[in-house]
């Protein structure tokens, strides 16, 4: 039988490598997104260039790698009706 001492050391190694897998991920996410890839896996030379409303930046994809605007999000003004 176990002591609960030995149970409360489990329980936080199990805490501590669910976090661990999480924020690897969490890291692969955004760095996916800093890099304008949130695609499946393909080639990006099948979208076309698209000129970012937010900044400017022209890319391939889904996101802007400059600023992470969504690439089929418009310009957003007072002026938009």
Do not use: V
């Amino acid at each position: 039988m176990t002591s609960a001492k030995n149970r409360n050391k489990l329980t936080s190694n199990r805490l501590k490598l669910g976090w661990n897998r999480f924020r690897d991920w969490r890291a692969h996410i955004q760095q996916r997104q800093r890099d304008g890839r949130m695609l499946p896996d393909g080639d990006l030379t099948a979208y076309p260039e698209i000129k970012c409303m937010n900044c400017g930046h022209s890319f391939r994809g889904h996101n802007c790698p400059n600023c992470g605007q969504a690439a089929d999000t418009k310009r957003i003004t007072a002026c938009s009706r």
